[in-house]
């Protein structure tokens, strides 16, 4: 069963002059067909304006296509009864931790995705509970969020998510306003929701690597999808995700280098480890 | 800055903290009619003995209480003076177009009274309620006036929110006077035009930013499935425990004596007095 499937799927932004006659029509996402696995750990990349963040907005609704259809666990993300559970089907989470936190402590934000559902009061109580010691902020939940660093309010954000039971959770660059500390914090907590919960992932980014450890990769460029495969296939291509203003992992690059000037490397390197022992043995 | 409380909650372990902010709503609106309704002093007097067992059970030190009146000072000694010296009846005093009487003495006390005891019954809700709480009991007490089409919990949900943002909004601001020092925008200047004239760089990215906040909220809401107040569960429902029945309880004696008070005093007093004795100026 595919949890999210999208086929042909266009959106236009229509820019208006100031007398709101039609000025020009800008193609964000562009003919996107793609269909993931339920249990994936999957990351789109691309440079800003690539139309990753629109497309990202279809996948629970938040936008719906000029053109085509998104389908969301066998639910066409058009059809409006389903609104709600669509919601609850496919959480998302956006790049600005403060803006997306609504409760003013941090198990009432929690449950305000529970809440919404009509879910009784007692759930509440274990949802907020469950989702909080996940992402391991459970001694935080009397605090104001106010008072957490960037990391944690985004792993509040996700146990937000969390709280409503997804099965696939969408997250928009949870990473671009966090310092390398909470960036990393909130990839270890995704990856543990992925391998040990089985949720699907779908991580919206531009820091090649966040994808290190992701099951397939998608590449977008201009609104379309222009390479698609595991990280081992996308990062062998450095050249053409430079032309797509990409940068590869450091030590990526770097074996890419040595491998030109002519060493014995494998053909794609993802982790320092991985070098280490190619170069050993050289 | 972070820790900035509206509405000075005073955090402490009582059972007035406790109540149902229902209760504690209800009983500060009954109260302060219960003051303006009746005018003598034997109600007062009840009133009064309330208000203190209700001090005490708070655990909120009184200066925190005398801090609020602080603030009503000036409105205060304003008020005793207009009836001091403006309310006709027997003048004791008399000079130029000054004069003070009897019920001028008895209105002023009266009236001095009537204000201290409004003040700090009202603190003594926002001391013991934290402002989420009195927003949820706002909320559900409105709840009926959802028949006449006015949309409580949206106030309610508005509310929480500007509660939320308010810290965030802080900062904010902060950092842009910051920003804007440094590129020699002056906030410090003594003439009021140009004082309100300095505040513009600052309000206007301060605005664009909540705007562009709200935004982003209002999607992340939305995301999470807000669709409105209907069919909406809640984390800590309100509701009522013994203690909130008893305080009703409580609440529904002392109208009841204040009532009681009310109408039968004026026979008390005249039975009690005798008429000229300087004791009668505050019956």
Request: aromatic share 8%; hydrophobic share 45%; with cysteine.
């Amino acid at each position: 069963m595919k949890i999210i499937k999208a086929e042909e799927v266009t959106f236009e932004y229509i820019r208006r002059d100031e007398d709101g006659n039609v000025e020009g029509i800008n193609r964000a996402v562009d003919k996107v067909s793609l269909d993931v696995k339920e249990g994936d750990f999957i990351c789109v990349l691309g440079s800003n304006g690539s139309g990753k963040s629109t497309f990202a907005k279809h996948l629970n609704s938040i936008l719906l296509p000029t053109e085509g259809t998104v389908w969301i666990d066998g639910m066409d993300s058009k059809d409006e009864d389903k609104l709600l559970q669509i919601r609850q089907t496919a959480g998302m989470v956006f790049q600005n931790p403060d803006n997306q936190i609504i409760g003013q402590v941090v198990d009432e934000d929690v449950a305000f995705g529970p809440e919404n559902m009509g879910v009784p009061t007692e759930q509440i109580k274990e949802r907020v509970e469950e989702s909080l010691k996940t992402v391991g902020m459970y001694d935080f939940r009397k605090k104001s969020p106010n008072h957490l660093s960037g990391g944690q309010k985004q792993r509040v954000s996700i146990a937000g998510v969390l709280a409503m039971h997804p099965k696939c959770i969408v997250l928009d660059e949870p990473t671009a306003m966090l310092d390398p500390l909470g960036r990393k914090e909130v990839i270890r907590a995704l990856r543990a929701l992925n391998e040990v919960e089985g949720i699907t992932i779908i991580l919206i980014t531009h820091y090649m690597e966040e994808t290190v450890y992701a099951d397939r990769i998608f590449v977008m460029n201009k609104g379309k999808i222009v390479m698609d495969g595991s990280p081992r296939e996308i990062f062998k291509r450095v050249e053409e995700l430079e032309e797509y203003k990409l940068e590869v992992p450091k030590i990526t690059l770097l074996a890419h280098e040595l491998r030109k000037r002519g060493l014995r490397i494998p053909d794609c390197v993802l982790t320092v480890k991985e070098l280490t022992d190619a170069l050993k043995k050289c | 800055m972070k820790d900035i409380t509206l509405g000075q909650y005073y955090q402490a372990e009582s059972v007035i903290h406790r109540l149902d902010p229902r209760v504690k709503l209800v009983g500060t609106l009954l109260y302060m009619i219960s003051l303006f309704v009746f005018n003598n002093i034997f109600c007062y007097i009840v009133a009064a003995i309330l208000l203190a067992v209700v001090i005490a059970l708070s655990k909120v030190p009184i200066g925190y209480m005398l801090k609020g009146m602080r603030a009503i000072m000036f409105i205060m000694i304003f008020t005793v003076i207009f009836n001091v010296f403006f309310t006709n009846g027997d003048n004791l005093v008399e000079f130029w177009i000054f004069h003070i009487s009897k019920e001028g003495i008895r209105m002023a006390i009266l009236m001095m009274v009537r204000l201290t005891l409004l003040i700090i019954s009202a603190s003594i809700m926002t001391l013991t309620t934290t402002p989420n709480r009195l927003t949820d009991g706002l909320e559900k007490l409105f709840r009926p006036l959802k028949l006449i089409k006015l949309p409580v919990h949206e106030i309610a949900m508005m509310m929480s929110i500007a509660l939320r943002f308010i810290p965030i909004l802080m900062e904010e601001a902060d950092k842009i006077v910051k920003a804007q020092t440094a590129r020699g925008a002056r906030f410090d200047s003594k003439k009021l035009t140009e004082r309100a004239k300095s505040l513009i760089p600052l309000i206007v990215p301060l605005f664009i930013s909540a705007f562009r906040r709200a935004s982003d909220l209002a999607l992340a809401m939305e995301a999470r499935g807000y669709h409105g107040g209907d069919g909406r569960t809640k984390l800590y429902p309100l509701k009522y425990a013994s203690r909130d029945y008893i305080s009703y309880a409580v609440l529904i004696l002392y109208v009841a004596i204040i009532v009681f008070l009310g109408i039968t005093s004026a026979r008390i007093i005249a039975h009690l007095t005798p008429a000229n004795s300087y004791l009668s100026l505050l019956f």
